[in-house]
């Protein structure tokens, strides 16, 4: 057992419904208590989807658990059939139908159905999400795609995207134009867009897109195995990796990897002298292994910040995560324990987390400023705008993105400049977020108390502020202020030194200076 | 409208009622620890369960609370199935763990789930272990909140339920509220209640641990919510009388279970009339401006939290809608058979089989639809104007004060599609 707050994964038979989701003309049957419909609404208010989910549920009670719950299932499954006319179905059982052991695969199986019906096997107590999604459309595309003659010119499958993805929806339409492009056309969409019958076709794809390991990387291996169908291994987000990406293409259809990149636009806005600021800004990452990764390398070779620290909360991408953690240098932070995550981003002190909406509630109570890189999603991660994280407009958002919630470069400089100004204070935020900008702190008689940096860990034990270092650390500007707290605590406590005053504050500032 | 309602003229409380079997498109009971959590604020919820818990709370809650909030799910591992950990050790640890980081918690309900229902954790015997191991500190107690014993609104029935045996008991003649209200709604009904001269009013819930009330053979109870049956029950089994009356929405609602509460303590009518008199004027002029977009429109409800039948009494009798089907996830007519009396529908609906219950709202093409997250927006997309019944829940909508607020949650997506002019 354990206690668990908030979590970034949810149970696996919310990963196969993404799969079917995304899909069209397939049914999932679900064995499952009432109540567990409440996954319905995270398609259809998150992702604001305008048709229910294609997921019959058996919402069995207490009073059918003495009876014959394997009867409901049958019936469900009939129903289902007979209602929407799926040209396949795959059934499986929640946490709960787990424990009561009907086997919903069997039980299809001896209903003579006339379409392909698919057992899944989720472990709902060992595994979670991702895993079940990667799982599903592995089970699909088993039992459904077939050997077929290779398409005249060169096409290649787009596999990974599903429902309720970050930014699935437009990273299709990005790579299909990037591809096409570069001449290479899509045969397959899936599972997001794909029926049944489209699955039967992947294999007439001279090679696959590999978008999202999580979701996708089975069914690419076994597609390599059975078809003899390579797949690209570059997620290409960022530039770097977009550029990669059209190498590994080109090599795969055997073509010239020339592209024209008269849209890409972060080379040159991260180059501009207005982003000098944003040199060796300390960031924190943290997501799905995968969107970790890009960003890692997105925040040091193209933004040029500094990665103080990254991790990932699917264990399935732990090696690549500890490997990458080295690399940079830094220690990898493998879990999914929000208050972990939480401890962690507070002792380091980031200027930006680069995260998921965990993290930037996590931002929002500690005062840093966070951009979201990741699922698990929000409502505000399908954006009504084109957004997408793949080729070179994705570079582009991702610039737009990750810059917003900083303050920008001249207004930095002229807040350190007139700090003290009654209106130009630092403790109104950064001057385009309008409506977060609070009240200018009034002064008041405890003005000691009130003005205590709320957000700041305590010192540690053995070390004091002096009442005018603190008073001096209150002059640094808000954005750069926990890092200054938590580097003159290194500072003192790597010199023994037990009081705190504004030498110590300087010669910690002159010891880091960069 | 000053005097008690006609209830001749073609009440439901007799009419058939269709009772369905089939998929149903509900929450289960945990989703009640969102509001019961923010009400009672030294109290800890933790449910023993799965991940499908931990994330049903989590997307219920929207994740719109940024502290660490006062819910949590112990996640059962497949080592606590295989046998391989004893259950009861393992949740001891989780307890110890949180109480000690979370010295504000005074109260713990220990939630049972599905999972742990069905493989037979013995939740009752934990929590009196862990009462005494915390105790007086900490007091555990435990309830179901599993989809297979309880649906949405049922969790809240179920927690107080289980608060019941250990309130105080009392001699003295109270009135005691139950149901877990916003507090500035709590605030008005005791105001309203004093100023006609009862009392003393206790409530329970109440906020913290310290202000339980106390019950007994004088203890009248006025229900703040259709939900509430075996709290009911538990307390009559306390020697606690239940005081029957319409559930308090909209004017009328309110004026009849007010009036019902001041016979109980011999208020004169013209007593009653001279405190009331003001704020339901202010209501009806409230929800007359709202009920200009309601007025013969007709309403279908999908069953979610329970408060279906005394709303489409309130939608029917004041704003002049026409109910088409009224579906509810469960009838106790000893709770809303008040309101049933004073409800014309054309269908009572029991329990759901959700794609036949469509099949019927596409083909009455209602003027308004009110049912889950889940349906809302494919219905949207279907051409119907729909309003999503969670927010019932979580919004003050008892009492005078809130009536227009209450009317108004139903004309606003009425309103919303007339103001749009792009199609969809």
């Known amino acids: 057992m354990k206690l668990t707050v908030w979590t970034y994964e949810g149970p696996p038979h919310v990963g196969a419904m993404r799969v079917a989701t995304g899909m069209r003309g397939l049914h999932y049957v679900l064995h499952a208590p009432q109540g567990d419909t409440y996954a319905d609404l995270l398609f259809t208010m998150i992702e604001r989807r305008n048709h229910r989910p294609p997921v019959t549920y058996t919402t069995f009670q207490a009073r059918d658990l003495g009876a014959d719950t394997a009867h409901l299932f049958k019936d469900a499954c009939r129903d289902a059939y007979d209602r929407f006319q799926p040209e396949a179905i795959i059934v499986g059982a929640s946490c709960t139908a787990e424990l009561i052991q009907d086997d919903p695969g069997g039980l299809a199986e001896t209903m003579g159905l006339d379409i392909p019906v698919i057992p899944l096997e989720l472990p709902s107590y060992q595994r979670k999400e991702n895993f079940g999604a990667d799982e599903t459309f592995f089970q699909i595309v088993r039992h459904l795609a077939k050997p077929c003659e290779k398409t005249p010119r060169i096409t290649c499958n787009l596999l990974g995207p599903t429902a309720l993805g970050f930014r699935h929806r437009d990273d299709i339409e990005e790579l299909t134009g990037l591809l096409s492009d570069m001449g290479v056309d899509v045969n397959v969409v899936a599972p997001m867009t794909a029926s049944p019958s489209e699955i039967a076709r992947l294999g007439a794809a001279h090679f696959n897109v590999m978008m999202y390991p999580e979701t996708c990387e089975a069914a690419c291996r076994w597609l390599k195995r059975e078809f003899g169908q390579p797949y690209t291994t570059t997620v290409p987000i960022g530039v770097g990796a977009t550029r990669d990406f059209i190498t590994e293409v080109a090599d795969l259809a055997g073509i010239e990897p020339k592209i024209d990149e008269n849209r890409l636009r972060l080379p040159w806005y991260s180059a501009s002298v207005d982003s000098t600021y944003l040199t060796g800004k300390r960031v924190f990452l943290f997501g799905d292994g995968t969107h970790v990764k890009a960003a890692a390398r997105i925040a040091r070779d193209e933004m040029g910040f500094e990665v103080v620290g990254l991790g990932c909360y699917n264990r399935e991408f732990a090696r690549d995560i500890r490997a990458l953690a080295k690399e940079y240098g830094v220690e990898p932070l493998i879990t999914d324990d929000y208050l972990e995550v939480e401890q962690t981003i507070e002792a380091l002190q980031p200027e930006m987390i680069l995260g998921t909406q965990m993290e930037r509630h996590i931002g929002k109570r500690l005062g840093i400023p966070c951009a979201v890189i990741s699922a698990p999603v929000h409502v505000q991660d399908f954006p009504a705008r084109y957004s997408p994280q793949m080729g070179f407009e994705g570079a582009n958002v991702i610039f737009d993105t990750w810059v917003h919630p900083l303050v920008m470069g001249l207004e930095e400089h002229l807040l350190h400049m007139f700090r003290e100004d009654f209106e130009f204070h630092d403790e109104a935020g950064p001057s385009h977020h309008g409506g977060h900008t609070p009240e200018p702190l009034q002064p008041a008689a405890d003005e000691e108390v009130s003005m205590a940096d709320e957000t700041a860990p305590p010192a540690p034990d053995n070390v004091i502020w002096l009442a005018d270092a603190e008073k001096e650390l209150k002059k640094i500007p808000f954005f750069v202020r926990g890092k200054a707290r938590r580097n003159t605590e290194t500072f003192a406590l790597e010199r023994g030194v037990q009081e705190i005053s504004i030498d110590t504050l300087y010669e910690a500032k002159a010891h880091y200076a960069r | ?424």
């Open chain 2, 1 to 424: 409208m000053n005097k008690p309602a006609n209830i001749a003229n073609g009440g439901c409380r007799e009419a058939p009622i269709l009772k369905e079997r089939g998929q149903r498109e509900v929450f289960c009971g945990l989703t009640g620890i969102i509001w019961l959590h923010r009400k009672m604020q030294d109290a800890f919820f933790l449910v023993v369960g799965s991940r499908t818990c931990a994330h049903l709370l989590q997307s219920a809650a929207g994740v719109m609370i940024f502290a660490e909030p006062r819910f949590g799910t112990a996640i059962m591992e497949e080592k606590d199935l295989a046998g391989l950990a004893d259950a009861h050790e393992e949740l001891d640890r989780e307890v110890a763990k949180l109480l000690a980081r979370r010295p504000d918690i005074k109260q713990l309900f220990l939630v049972g789930s599905c999972p742990s229902e069905v493989i037979k954790i013995d939740l009752s015997r934990a929590a009196e272990r862990l009462t005494q191991v915390h105790a007086p500190h900490v007091r555990v107690l435990n309830y179901s909140g599993s989809g297979i014993e309880t649906t949405f609104t049922q969790g809240e029935d179920a927690c107080l339920e289980s608060m019941v045996p250990i309130l105080p008991t009392t001699e003295a003649k109270e009135l005691l509220l139950v149901g877990a209200l916003p507090d500035v709604v709590e605030d008005q009904a005791i105001g309203l209640l004093e100023a006609l001269g009862i009392g003393p009013v206790r409530v329970l819930p109440a906020g913290r641990a310290d202000a339980m009330p106390a019950v007994g053979p004088e203890t009248k109870v006025a229900l703040l919510q259709p939900f509430l049956g075996e709290t009911a029950s538990a307390l009559t089994r306390r020697g606690a009388e239940i005081i029957e009356a319409p559930f308090p929405f909209g004017e009328e609602g309110t004026t009849l279970w007010l009036r019902a509460i001041a016979d109980e303590w011999g208020v004169t009518p013209e007593h009653f009339d001279a405190v009331t008199a003001a704020p339901r004027a202010r209501a009806r002029k409230a929800v007359a401006q709202a009920a200009e977009h309601l007025n013969g429109k007709s309403i279908f409800f999908f069953p979610d939290s329970q408060l279906e039948i005394p709303l489409a009494r309130f939608l029917t009798r004041e704003c002049g809608m026409e109910a088409i089907e009224v579906g509810a996830p469960y009838i106790h007519k000893g709770l809303v058979g008040a309101d049933m009396d004073m409800l014309q529908t054309d269908c009572v609906s029991e329990g759901q089989d959700v794609d036949k219950q469509l099949d019927r709202c596409r083909a009455a093409r209602p003027d308004l639809t009110v049912c889950g997250l889940g349906l809302a927006n494919p219905l949207e997309a279907e051409g119907l104007t729909t309003k999503w019944a969670i927010e019932l829940v979580f919004t003050p909508v008892h009492f005078y004060e809130q009536a227009g607020d209450l009317a108004g949650l139903f004309s606003r997506p009425i309103r919303r599609k007339e103001l749009l002019k792009v199609a969809s």
